[in-house]
């Protein structure tokens, strides 16, 4: 292992024992929480398709809507300034505490101050900077960074904060309890609030026809901060613009319930400022003096630092749409175990932080974390506004590989030669990328490939020079691929009652054939006329890697060579989920429209298909009924994305299997994330979560099943029993 690749696996290894037990508590809390609450929301997609389409327009319309906000703050008797960079904004606030001679800045929860570095450029001027957010308070305390968008302490134990305000604070009677630490806090913030010069806050949302804010928070700090002080300044980013607080409606209602699963946070607070502070003048016997007629000072300090240009950016742009909700964090089982200090930059974490902080701090910043997200899919149905997260990860490796900076108006893929896309690539990522080259090789010469590559040296060699950790099984090539086996027999049906293509994928037609033949019998069985044609892989595979030109060109070749058999009316089955997710959503952005819609139309899953050929009449007699099994069942994650999980169960349960399902979201292999010896620990970390629940008196007697490629070796790896995919389960011997 690289001295470069053994120091991140420390750092990960280190994160996991220390701060992983409480962010995984905390995140699944809030996962488990935000699925609640948005099974209780009957117009749920509605919301997220309304939320969306304000986010489009108000960023299609924003250079117009900051000169509308602008007139609104004036005529509010406040100051608008458009802040180009974090220096900017910086001198600016600095200049406004200066005017106040403050001594104290208080402020409320905001990451874009955190992404501006304010507290350091007011504490270089002797300015008191005070966090009175609870977890923004502790990590400045313990001086440390957010490791959460929503939840900045979210790493710390109750323990561990309480033991820092006795190391610090050395209090008579050191608070313990959740209670008793809250009351702590709030006691120490309430002073240091009522003495600031200048309260700073932050907005989620900022309506540009009045100049309203909405501040969300679990906490009244954020209001104290606003109105306590005679000076407020509000600090937020240019995508926070909405059109008016009419708009502000969806947000509000998915806002706390993608964070955290609460319906509404504890305090929604809509001001116009500048807002009349409370009178804090009394007479002698402590009665209060009618209020004073004060001149509050206002100043709404918008910041672009990059974002402009990701405006401009066709494939960043997406990013601000969002609203910060931390949904893409908490869904995320990579988040989950290691937490935003190792999956996230300079300031932005989890899945939407590489777009954040490519288009902010630059790839230099995103490439130190992009490789967390594995594309799973997992946060895409989760997003309040929709956005494609695994897309936007994909597009920055895609730029990492290449060492390219965001430009212009339209990063697009066509025209991006091979060559120009793979010169500044990892081996790891080439080799993972062009895992079809490698597959065909080594079926063309097994069992030889597979006895040379399980040799010490080559293990030695793989892990040294590719990465590939050595206590990873690697996959056993088969001389005869399903390809061949299928050209070599006759088909069973002698009075097809339809036709379908069964895509061949990579591992299917080189590695796990048996599941390949399994599928063959099953649909015969079922009275369908099945073809096994041979088509390229799919691309999952490169892009994966950020290869994206070259998955490009699979999908056009994938089409070209399916689209004979869609003309003449076959179905496409497809055994591996990842591969129907790349026809189902990828594909739409590398072939026309008309195409990829196509496709889509005729591919499914096989268990999805054995389902609506029985729903439809044929007979599953022929089919292994489950008399004798009882079933531990897996789905995989784009699977789930995409719907198709209850498939699986219904045709299972339906002939006779008892099935327990796993409701474990994540197996941790994740295609080559597992195979990499950065992430090896952090890969088997997460399975541990699947190994448990297939462990339990329940399951561990039970056959264990699953559906894609990854699951099934990561089950392999952490199971003392084999797993197999539910076609081999129930297809004819």
Avoid at 121 to 143: F, N, R
Avoid at 512 to 529: F, H, I, P, S
Avoid at 579 to 588: S, T, W
Avoid at 666 to 690: H, I, N, P, Q, R
Wanted: proline content about 5%; some cysteine.
């Amino acid at each position: 292992m690289s001295k470069g690749r053994g120091d991140k696996a420390a750092e990960i290894r280190r994160l996991m024992a220390t701060e992983g037990p409480a962010i995984e508590e905390n995140t699944k809390g809030f996962n488990r929480k935000r699925q609640a609450a948005v099974a209780d929301l009957e117009n749920y997609e509605e919301l997220r398709t309304r939320a969306r389409e304000i986010k489009e327009d108000a960023i299609e319309r924003l250079p117009e809507l900051i000169e509308q906000l602008r007139e609104s703050v004036e005529a509010n008797g406040g100051t608008l300034y458009l802040a180009d960079d974090a220096a900017d904004a910086n001198q600016y606030i600095r200049e406004v505490a200066d005017d106040e001679d403050a001594e104290r800045v208080v402020k409320s929860k905001s990451m874009t101050t955190e992404e501006l570095d304010v507290n350091d450029a007011l504490e270089d001027d002797g300015v008191d900077v005070v966090e009175t957010d609870l977890g923004e308070w502790v990590v400045q305390l313990a001086d440390e960074t957010p490791s959460h968008l929503i939840a900045p302490a979210i790493h710390r134990s109750q323990e561990s904060i309480a033991d820092l305000f006795e190391t610090i604070f050395d209090p008579d009677d050191p608070p313990e309890t959740a209670d008793e630490l809250t009351s702590f806090a709030r006691e120490r913030l309430g002073e240091r609030i009522r003495d600031a010069d200048v309260g700073m806050t932050g907005a989620n949302f900022v309506a540009a026809d009045s100049g309203t804010m909405a501040i969300v928070t679990s906490e009244g700090n954020a209001r104290k901060c606003a109105v306590t002080p005679d000076t407020h300044v509000a600090v937020t980013g240019v995508e926070k613009i909405v059109p008016s607080t009419d708009d502000l409606s969806p947000f509000l209602e998915l806002l706390a319930r993608s964070g955290t699963g609460q319906d509404l946070t504890a305090y929604v607070s809509l001001l116009t400022p500048p807002v009349d502070s409370p009178t804090l003048d009394f007479d002698d016997d402590e009665t209060p003096l009618s209020e004073r007629d004060s001149d509050r000072d206002f100043h709404l300090v918008l910041i672009d630092n990059g974002r402009m240009a990701m405006r401009e950016d066709e494939q960043l742009r997406e990013t601000l749409y969002c609203i910060r909700c931390g949904q893409c964090s908490n869904s995320c089982a990579n988040f989950q175990h290691v937490g935003g200090h190792a999956f996230g930059g300079e300031t932005y974490s989890g899945g939407i932080g590489t777009g954040w902080e490519a288009g902010i701090e630059g790839l230099d910043t995103a490439a130190e974390f992009n490789d967390f997200c594995t594309g799973c899919s997992r946060c895409v149905n989760g997003c309040p506004t929709k956005i494609d997260i695994p897309w936007i990860n994909t597009v920055v490796r895609d730029r990492i590989n290449r060492g390219e900076e965001p430009e212009g108006t339209d990063f697009l893929v066509e025209g991006l030669t091979p060559d120009a896309e793979s010169s500044g690539l990892d081996l790891d990522k080439r080799l993972f990328g062009n895992f079809e080259t490698l597959a065909k090789l080594g079926s063309a010469t097994a069992p030889v490939s597979n006895w040379l590559a399980d040799t010490a040296p080559a293990r030695w060699a793989l892990e040294r020079v590719a990465g590939v950790d050595a206590r990873r099984d690697l996959p056993e090539f088969q001389r005869e691929t399903l390809v061949d086996w299928f050209e070599r027999r006759a088909s069973t049906v002698s009075d097809p009652t339809r036709e379908v293509v069964l895509y061949p994928d990579v591992y299917t037609n080189h590695v796990q054939v048996e599941r390949g033949k399994a599928a063959v019998r099953t649909l015969e069985a079922l009275g369908v006329d099945v073809r096994v044609p041979s088509v390229p892989s799919s691309g999952r595979a490169p892009l994966s890697q950020g290869m994206i030109a070259t998955a490009e060109e699979h999908a056009h070749d994938v089409y070209g060579a399916l689209a004979e058999h869609v003309d003449a009316g076959r179905d496409v089955v497809v055994i591996e989920p990842s591969d129907l997710a790349m026809f189902d959503r990828e594909y739409e952005r590398f072939l026309p429209a008309a195409s990829a819609e196509r496709l889509q139309e005729r591919s499914y899953e096989v268990m999805e298909y054995v389902y609506g050929l029985l729903e439809n009449g044929a007979d599953a007699d022929p089919l292994r009924s489950g008399d004798s099994h009882d079933v531990a069942y897996h789905a995989h994650c784009q699977q789930r994305t995409l719907g198709l999980e209850a498939h699986t169960v219904t045709v299972l349960e339906d002939l006779g299997y008892d099935v327990a399902t796993s409701d474990v979201e994540c197996c941790g292999m994740a295609g080559s994330f597992g195979y990499k010896d950065t992430y090896y620990e952090l890969s088997m970390d997460v399975g541990e979560d699947l190994a448990e629940q297939f462990s339990t008196p329940e399951t561990r007697d039970r056959t264990v099943v699953a559906s894609g490629t990854s699951c099934l070796e990561q089950l392999d790896a952490l199971l003392a029993r084999p797993s197999r995919h539910p076609v081999e389960l129930i297809a004819p011997p």
